[in-house]
Structures are given as C-alpha cells and as structure tokens.
C-alpha cells in the first residue's frame, strides 16, 4: 500500500490489480506506449518494477523505483499530457 501512496496522483489512471497465484500482487498501469508493472510476491521474495516504453524496458528492486516510476508519471495521467519520457 505504500508504494500506492507514493507514486499514484488525483490524476493518474487507475491500475489494474490482480492476485498471483503464490498470494502476492501484480499492479499494472497502461497508457499509450508506456507500461508500469509492480510485482509484490513474499512466498518468491520479490518486490520489482518493471518499465516499459515503446521496445525500451527497464527493471528495479521496489526500493529504488520510485525515482524510475517518477519519469513516467505525467505519461499515466488522466489528463492526457503526453510528454516524452527522459530515460537513461
């Protein structure tokens, strides 16, 4: 729940959410060309997010994606700013 709280705004779009079968949890968010999937998985003992823009893909431990979830933030907006995402 803290990452929620991190990283949504009023505006970014809802994410899907589903249970995997281990009991953990996979968020996901989609617009456009870019998705956002968080992987919550105690019994795997995994916490990860995974990035994707256009063929462009990214991965991080959950304790430092916030930063990689930041620069695609305006991209999952309600509001429709499309901007382009700067990634290193």
Not at 11 to 29: E, H, R
């Amino acid at each position: 729940m803290d990452f929620l709280l991190r990283v949504m705004q009023p505006d970014t779009v809802q994410p899907w959410v589903g249970l995997l079968a281990s009991g953990g949890l996979q968020i996901n968010w989609r617009q456009g060309d870019v998705e956002v999937e968080a992987i919550f998985d105690r019994a795997r003992d995994e916490q990860v997010v995974y990035l994707t823009v256009g063929e462009n893909e990214w991965e991080e431990p959950l304790h430092s994606a916030y930063s990689l979830f930041g620069l695609v933030a305006d991209r999952l907006s309600t509001t429709g700013r499309e901007q382009p995402a700067v990634l290193a």
